[in-house]
């Protein structure tokens, strides 16, 4: 048996996706985007959603134990790509970030003189994600997509129906990798889908 190695959705799939749902025609290259306003802000909302879940974090960009280091300064600054940033062990309760950088607030001080253990979240750009987070993304754009362009309640509906199985697929993804997830640490969606009754077990990492 073959596998099928045409099924990961693209960045234009999922713009030509987000569009069909109010019956824009679709594009044949991701360079037309910048020609239709419509495109431009679907693909502006479908970068934001991208955002959102990785700054709530997931395990495709998790990363533990990671060591900032100092610079020249003896700061320690944040990297490029670095989304959420958590110190680790004995840091936890005294270390934020501030300006870029971490902060120690004990001693009013951004100055450190070893590095930090830290986890990170990575902000990954859309074709980077596993394909289930990839799909949830790209259901819940097309969701904030609808609702700025028309607001139309029938076809919210419609991906609402949709945005419920994809956030299904997402939660087994997470589930079984053991990692916390931005739906079932948000109180809303976590409420919906335990048949209105919220899921309270789930550290939070987020905001």
């Not at 990170?120 to 754009?141: G, H, I, M, N």
């Not at 309640?153 to 990798?177: G, K, P, W």
């Amino acid at each position: 048996m073959g596998i099928n190695i045409n099924t990961q959705l693209s960045k234009l799939t999922a713009l030509n996706g987000m569009a069909s749902y109010i019956g824009i025609p679709p594009l044949e290259l991701i360079s037309e985007v910048s020609l239709s306003p419509d495109f431009q802000l679907a693909e502006l909302i479908l970068d934001e959603m991208v955002q959102e879940v990785c700054s709530h974090g997931m395990p495709a960009n998790t990363q533990e134990g990671y060591a900032l280091q100092l610079n020249v300064y003896n700061e320690i600054p944040l990297e490029p790509g670095m989304i959420s940033v958590f110190p680790e062990r004995q840091w936890s309760n005294h270390i934020v970030e501030q300006d870029g950088k971490l902060y120690n607030v004990d001693t009013d001080s951004s100055i450190f003189d070893l590095p930090v253990d830290v986890t990170v979240f990575w902000l990954y750009d859309y074709e980077s994600l596993p394909q289930v987070v990839r799909k949830y993304v790209y259901v819940a754009a097309a969701r904030r997509f609808i609702s700025r362009v028309k607001g139309d309640d029938a076809v919210l509906a419609t991906t609402q129906i949709d945005l419920l199985r994809a956030e299904t697929e997402f939660l087994s993804y997470t589930q079984q990798i053991g990692k916390v997830n931005m739906i079932y640490d948000n109180p809303e969606t976590c409420y919906a889908i335990d048949n209105n009754s919220a899921n309270t077990g789930y550290g939070y990492y987020g905001y």
